[in-house]
T-cell receptor, first 117, second 111 residues
Framework: GAVVSQHPSRVICKSGTSVKIECRSL??????MFWYRQFPKQSLMLMAT?????????EQGVEKDKFLINHASLTLSTLTVTSAHPEDSSFYIC?????????????FGQGTRLTVV | DAKTTQPPSMDCAEGRAANLPCNHS???????VYWYRQIHSQGPQYIIH???NNETNEMASLIITEDRKSSTLILPHATLRDTAVYYC????????????FGTGTSLTVIP
């Protein structure tokens, strides 16, 4: 299958600072990327959908001004957690779908463990 | 909005077949059944998907009932590395629709 890479895999930041997470599709072009959040012992919760070159669509209850998503190219999307607080500590996962949509499955990154102290 | 029901947990002896069921009684005609798994602290891994015919690949087999209201993922010879949470998802194939995850089945392969 195709490879989606996230960076960093782990990050610790101080409360009130911002942190950026990168998601790259390494061997295919991704028209659409998805960002998920997962708290311990819970399932993945979709946060937003981003299409290359357009604004992200956020799920209900997700603050778009707090979780900034940029999908500037067909191989890169970034999630910036602004003014992070301890309750933002979570496992953040991105996924990507191929362009053209010859593959119907989405491929997932390895996840980023964010800890806000 | 997962649209699927799975048992919360299952055990399987190493070397035996693991059969993971999924109910999707409200599945629409254009919706496929996808299976992913998530090993602890990793991103989900794609396993297999199908519409109505049974499917097999190097990882698993997918058996879909004739009425498409349920399916079973089969890992033919489970190993300890197959211990993971397995998610069954239904969604249309060729759309930009997102993958919504339910609670999945936590499979433990026992030595």
């Amino acid at each position: 299958g195709a490879v989606v890479s996230q960076h960093p895999s782990r990050v610790i930041c101080k409360s009130g600072t911002s942190v950026k997470i990168e998601c790259r599709s390494l061997d295919f072009q991704a028209t659409t990327m998805f960002w998920y959040r997962q708290f311990p012992k819970q399932s993945l919760m979709l946060m937003a959908t981003s299409n290359e070159g357009s604004k992200a669509t956020y799920e209900q209850g997700v603050e778009k001004d707090k979780f900034l998503i940029n999908h500037a190219s067909l191989t890169l999307s970034t999630l910036t957690v602004t003014s992070a607080h301890p309750e933002d500590s979570s496992f953040y996962i991105c996924s990507a779908r191929a362009f053209p949509a010859g593959w119907s499955e989405a491929f997932f990154g390895q996840g980023t463990r964010l800890t806000v102290v | 909005d997962a649209k699927t029901t799975q048992p919360p947990s299952m055990d399987c002896a190493e070397g035996r077949a693991a059969n993971l069921p999924c109910n999707h009684s409200t599945i629409s005609g254009n919706e496929y059944v996808y299976w992913y798994r998530q090993i602890h602290s990793q991103g989900p891994q794609y396993i297999i998907h199908g519409l109505k015919n049974n499917e097999t690949n190097e990882m698993a087999s997918l058996i879909i009932t004739e009425d498409r209201k349920s399916s079973t993922l089969i890992l033919p010879h489970a190993t300890l590395r197959d211990t993971a949470v397995y998610y069954c998802i239904v969604r249309p194939r060729d759309t930009g629709n997102q993958f919504y995850f339910g609670t999945g089945t936590s499979l433990t392969v026992i030595p």
